[in-house]
T-cell receptor, first 114, second 114 residues
């Protein structure tokens, strides 16, 4: 089973709201990722969790806060977002972080900030 | 530094014909992998095929094959017998997230005509 699930599929939030995106995988992968993708652009890496520890934070604003409660779950907490944060947020996982591993992506959450 | 270049913003192909999507790369890593992903309009990134820098043979997966020319630093995707469902955005990528690298090309939009 190569499935990564994400909830919700769509999210509309105001700039003062707090919301969370959720991601789950049951492939036993030890690395999980958050990406941001604007329309017709490639995904941009935001965070990397390796063995449940945050290993990479690509200078993402603090209004995005990742959390990895266990090896299967990854959350992205959102607070005080800006309209320019509207995008498709993709979660991915891989067996490890080395260059040989493909990443499996979830279906994404389409976020609109009003 | 890593860089992926996809020079074809859009491609058209007739149903049942073959099509080649171009990808060139630049990396200072001695070992690396090259990945192709398909992203339909629904948003999910679907892993298609992988080529490792040390692989002696070109990768194949069903109708997908990779024309890997290491000296030219190119890893072109060949789709044989195109189907209408192949219409999507295609990304070439390389990962070394242990070092914080996750690099995608700008993508090629493929349209299959009936």
């Amino acid at each position: 089973d190569t499935e990564v699930t994400q909830t919700p599929k769509h999210l509309v939030m105001g700039m003062t709201n707090k919301k969370s995106l959720k991601c789950e995988q049951h492939m036993g992968h030890r690395a999980m990722y958050w990406y941001k993708q604007k329309a017709k652009k490639p995904p941009e890496l935001m965070f990397v969790y390796s063995y449940e520890k945050l290993s990479i934070n690509e200078s993402v604003p603090s209004r995005f806060s990742p959390e990895c409660p266990n090896s299967s779950l990854l959350n992205l907490h959102l607070h005080a977002l800006q309209p320019e944060d509207s995008a498709l947020y993709l979660c991915a996982s891989s067996p490890g972080v080395a260059w040989v591993y493909e990443q499996y992506f979830g279906p994404g959450t389409r976020l609109t900030v009003t | 530094a890593q860089k992926i270049t996809q020079t074809q913003p859009g491609m058209f192909v007739q149903e049942k014909e073959a099509v080649t999507l171009d990808c060139t790369y630049d990396t200072s890593d001695p070992s690396y992998g090259l990945f192709w992903y398909k992203q339909p309009s629904s948003g999910e990134m679907i892993f298609l095929i992988y080529q490792g820098s040390y692989d002696q043979q070109n990768a194949t997966e069903g109708r997908y094959s990779l024309n890997f020319q290491k000296a030219r630093k190119s890893a072109n995707l060949v789709i044989s017998a195109s189907q209408l469902g192949d219409s999507a955005m295609y990304f070439c990528a390389t990962f070394n997230t242990n070092a914080g690298k996750s690099t995608f090309g700008d993508g090629t939009t493929l349209t299959v005509k009936p």
